[in-house]
């Protein structure tokens, strides 16, 4: 009995441990493709931190169901928190991702407490009004953060005392940090936390009625998901130099749940896919054209109509067909 | 020996009287079920006392303790567990991994964020006996959703009893079931009557099986008790056969 339990074990992480591979492989081989251009590092390095940013919110929708419209709020917080810091305090990457961190899960904790306590429509309308809140703070402060024009002029970032300047040690900091959240995000899913949180996603009113406290346990999940995305924004402020009120606007809350939707929610690899995707994609087209917004809409409603599951989603159903009539000729010789 | 003590609970919804100084006396290790037309109180006395809505006045004593509008997830914790009258299970996870949370949850485990080997298996173990107490044996790995109607009940009950409770409370239970499940479901909650010493409060429409199944039979019309005994003075009770007549039993 034991044993079943422990290849069932085996054959759960594996699949986690591949994908893992794969996105490393990737990651490692595209500054050898990229080189001599250095603008595709660039654009690669950008659809790093939006990977991070939709694993973020993944790690709120996709575990619990609790639908954000305003997850930007947390990655604009972070970049604005961390670029105010690196001016005052300390330029180490470390040090700023740390106190970014802990005043995030102050913040996220107690705005959380009141928005995990809503349910469905009411939440979602409520954390796009956050997101609106922090947005018109940027303006009210605007002697401190730069107002329209953004905060700019953040020094170089260093890591233990050394100035982080090559744009292809910046992409290997940021394929690194991608890994390291989507390790911790494979890890949550198997855990009991992660398996409650999809009991929760299903069935709420189930899991308070065998013990669960599943207010506190939406808030645990609400506030990794926004300590994540101002992570993503730490990346993005020292990355890019300087910060805006954009990151902060309900466009971009809006662009990453389309990476999560387009790549498939709750699959944690389909939202790293959907925003890479979406973030080259968006170079391209825009490139061709300026309506390119309408085209993604488009997508974006086939994508919602033809695989709920998104590109992830409908990637391994049709892997599971195959495979299953493989194994049906297979039976049938 | 008394195991749940209700006195006195009331609950009314603008105008209505759904519950009205209702008193109830459940003895441990009973199965114990509480009948009446529809709109009798029934459903609001077991959301009463599930803490699924709190009580205008009146208490709550289980074991001595008072338990009046509890949350349930408290209530969970303290060894009450219930059952739905939709079968309630996680459709998308494994039928044991249905079981294997609400073990978790009994052990304070739900928010952990690691856990060893050895507890993954001591559960996953815990919860294949469960399952096999209902007659779920074999059928672990399938996804709770692909189940038939009956074995989703028994998963329910399944999930309920991984809380170790002292006592169940079973909304329904046969409700929406054919001959064969009703049959089966009966003879389970008997079972755990039997061998586990469980206390079962069933709240019924079916009377026919009730009348089979039950220890003692609490009926209710218009939000108050009307019988309180057990099934076969239950049978001959005119009061009873009046309320049923002039109620909705023809429906």
Known sequence: MTGATLSERRTRSRGGLIGLAIVALAGIVLPFASAGQPFLLMLASHALIAAILALSLDMLTGNTGLLSFGHAAWFGFGSYVAGLLSKSASSDIVVLSLLTLAATVLVAGVIGAVLVRQIGKTFAILTLALSQIMFAIVFVFSDITGGEDGLQGIPMATFLGMQIVSPTTWYAILLVALLLALAGALHLRRSPLGRAWLAIRENGERARFIGMNVNKLKLMSYVISAGLASLAGVLFVLFNGATSPDLLHWLESGKVLMYVVLGGVGTIFGPVIGAVVFTLAEHYVSTFTDAWLIYFGALFVLIVIVAPGGLFGGAARIAERLSARKSGRRTAQ | ?251
Not at chain 2, 50 to 65: A, C, D, H, K, N
Not at chain 2, 133 to 146: C, H, I, N, T
């Open chain 2, 1 to 251: 020996m008394i195991i749940l003590e209700v006195s006195e609970l009331t609950k009314h919804f603008g105008g209505l009287k759904a519950v009205n100084g209702v008193n109830l006396r459940v003895q441990r290790g009973s199965i114990h079920s509480i009948i009446g037309p529809n709109g009798a109180g029934k459903t609001t006395l077991f959301n009463l006392i599930t803490g699924s809505i709190r009580p205008m006045s009146g208490t709550v004593l289980f074991e001595g303790q008072d338990i009046t509008g509890w949350p349930p997830e408290r209530l969970a914790r303290g060894g009450v567990a219930r059952t739905f009258q939709r079968t309630s299970i996680f459709m998308d996870l494994p039928v044991l991994e249905n079981v294997m949370l609400a073990i978790r949850s009994r052990e304070g485990r739900s928010a952990a964020l690691w856990q060893s080997h050895q507890h993954e298996d001591e559960d996953a173990d815990e919860a294949r006996g469960i399952l096999a107490s209902v007659g779920l044996r074999g059928r672990e790995d399938a996804k709770a959703g692909m189940l038939a109607h009956g074995y989703q009940r028994a998963l329910d009950i399944a999930i309920g009893l991984a809380l170790k409770p002292r006592l169940i409370l079973m909304d329904e239970p046969l409700a929406g079931m054919s001959r064969g499940d009703r049959e089966t479901i009966a003879s389970l909650i008997t079972l755990l009557r039997d061998t586990m010493g469980l206390t079962i409060i069933v709240v019924e429409h079916d009377v026919g099986m009730i009348m089979r199944l039950s220890d003692r039979i609490t009926v209710m019309q218009h939000g108050t008790v009307i019988a309180d005994a057990p099934p076969e003075e239950i049978r001959g009770n005119e009061a009873v056969r009046q309320a049923y007549l002039h109620g909705s039993f023809a429906e």
